[in-house]
C-alpha cells in the first residue's frame, strides 16, 4: 500500500479550507414545499455528500423529524426559511448525536426563537454559530498538520511494506479518539443544559 503523505496532508487541508455554509441569505424568503426543501439542501449541501447516491435529505427524513418534535410542523404542508434552518442544524447533528440529544438541544431554539419576530430571531442565531465556525477552520487546519505529522512520525520501526498503512491507521485513530472525546463532551453538556431539567 503506498500512501503519498504530501499529496494525502494538502487534499486534507484543502478540503477543510472549502468548508461553508449555507447563508441565511441563501435561502428563499418564501414558503415552500416538500420537494422544494428537499431541492434546496441537496443543491446547498452537495459538498458535503461521501459518495454521489448519498441522500442530503429526503420526504421520509422531514416527516420522521416532524414527528419526533425535532421540526415544527409544516403550515398548510410549506416550510418556512426557520424549518430550513432547523433542518440545516439537524442535518449535521446526526452524524455525531441521537435524535434524542438533537431533540434536547433544539427544542429551546424552536420554543423561544421559531417564527419570532424580533431583531433576535432564529436567522440570527444561525448567523453567528456559523461565523464563530467558520473562524474555527484556520485552527483546526493547524491541529490537522500537527495529529498527521505525529502519525507520520510512528511506527518508524515498523517493517517497511507494513509502515504506511500502520500510520495511516494511527492517523485515522487520532482523529476517531478526537471525535469520540468531543461527541463525550457534547453529550455531557446537552446533559446538563438547565433548560432541559
Given at each position: 500500500m503506498k500512501i503519498d503523505s504530501r499529496d494525502m496532508l494538502n487534499s486534507i487541508l484543502e478540503s477543510?479550507?472549502?468548508?461553508?455554509?449555507?447563508?441565511?441569505?441563501?435561502?428563499?424568503?418564501?414558503?415552500?414545499?416538500?420537494d422544494?426543501?428537499?431541492t434546496f439542501m441537496d443543491t446547498q449541501l452537495s459538498?458535503?455528500?461521501?459518495?454521489?447516491?448519498?441522500?442530503?435529505l429526503t420526504k421520509t427524513m422531514i416527516n420522521n423529524y416532524a414527528k419526533n418534535n425535532l421540526l415544527p410542523p409544516p403550515v398548510k404542508k410549506k416550510y418556512t426559511k426557520e424549518h430550513v434552518l432547523i433542518l440545516i442544524f439537524i442535518y449535521y447533528?446526526?452524524?455525531?448525536?441521537?435524535?434524542?440529544?438533537?431533540?434536547?438541544?433544539?427544542?429551546?431554539?424552536?420554543?423561544?426563537?421559531?417564527?419570532?419576530?424580533?431583531?433576535?430571531?432564529?436567522?440570527?442565531?444561525?448567523?453567528?454559530?456559523?461565523?464563530?465556525?467558520?473562524?474555527?477552520?484556520?485552527?483546526?487546519?493547524?491541529e490537522m498538520k500537527e495529529i498527521y505529522a505525529r502519525a507520520m512520525d510512528s511506527f518508524s520501526d515498523a517493517p517497511d511494506e507494513?509502515?504506511?498503512?500502520?500510520?495511516?491507521?494511527?492517523l485515522i485513530c487520532s482523529l476517531s479518539f478526537d471525535v469520540y472525546v468531543k461527541k463525550m463532551i457534547i453529550e455531557k453538556l446537552i446533559d446538563s443544559m438547565p433548560e432541559l431539567k
Open positions: 477543510l479550507s472549502r468548508i461553508d455554509y449555507i447563508h441565511a441569505d441563501d435561502i428563499p424568503n418564501i414558503d415552500l414545499y416538500m422544494q426543501v428537499t459538498s458535503t455528500r461521501r459518495y454521489d447516491q448519498d441522500k442530503i447533528f446526526k452524524n455525531i448525536l441521537s435524535i434524542k440529544d438533537i431533540e434536547c438541544l433544539l427544542h429551546p431554539l424552536t420554543e423561544k426563537y421559531f417564527h419570532k419576530e424580533d431583531d433576535f430571531d432564529l436567522t440570527s442565531i444561525y448567523e453567528e454559530v456559523c461565523s464563530m465556525e467558520k473562524s474555527d477552520v484556520e485552527p483546526l487546519m493547524e507494513d509502515r504506511a498503512y500502520l500510520q495511516f491507521f494511527s
